[in-house]
């Protein structure tokens, strides 16, 4: 077995430094929703998933993929959402084992809300500091570090509501 390709100085740096960047934006983007409106980012994620969603409903199983979570952990984040009336569960039609998670009015309303601030921290943590830089290029790289894994629910669709996603 030969030996790997060690990385150059260049690659090195992009990878301690995409990194430290990943992490930090998450964090940024975090303490940005829990500050201005009382919600995790992850919370907002299910919210916003479930927003593209045909009625507004995904399996409890499709949306921890689509929110890169375990099972029990999209359970407990459900829960929670769940205790403030922003999504209910059902029974998944033709299978009694199965969960749906359904976002409600208010869960809808509570997305649109937050939209507004988690735009601007988006934009003051990410895309100020990438001007200049080719970004359909760098989704592509993105796209392909990724992979092709399919994705559960189509995020340029709407069908709920007028929230948009990001």
């Known amino acids: 077995m030969a030996s790997p390709t060690p990385l150059s100085t260049e690659e090195e740096a ?3 430094s995409m990194g430290h960047a990943m992490k930090l934006l998450l964090r940024a983007f975090d303490a940005d929703l829990v500050r201005e409106h009382g919600m995790s980012q992850t ?3 299910v919210l916003r998933h ?3 969603a045909p009625d507004c409903t995904i399996r409890l199983s499709h949306l ?3 929110c890169q979570q375990s099972l029990s952990g999209i359970s407990r984040t459900v829960g929670r959402l769940e205790s403030t009336g922003l999504v209910r569960r059902e029974h998944a039609p033709n299978d009694a084992r199965g969960f749906n998670a359904v976002l409600t009015a208010a869960g809808l309303a509570r997305l649109e809300e937050a939209w507004p601030g988690h735009l601007s ?3 003051r943590h990410l895309f100020d500091k990438l001007e200049g830089v080719d970004l359909a290029v760098l989704a592509a790289a993105f796209d392909r ?3 092709d894994c399919p994705a ?3 995020p340029g669709s709407s069908a709920c509501g007028e ?3 990001d």
Request: aromatic share 4%; no cysteine.
């Open 14 to 16: 992009l990878l301690r």
């Open 43 to 45: 919370e907002y994620d």
């Open 50 to 52: 479930l927003s593209e």
């Open 64 to 66: 921890a993929g689509a």
């Open 121 to 123: 921290s988006v934009r």
């Open 145 to 147: 570090i990724g992979g």
């Open 152 to 154: 559960d629910v189509d």
């Open 163 to 165: 929230a948009t996603g």
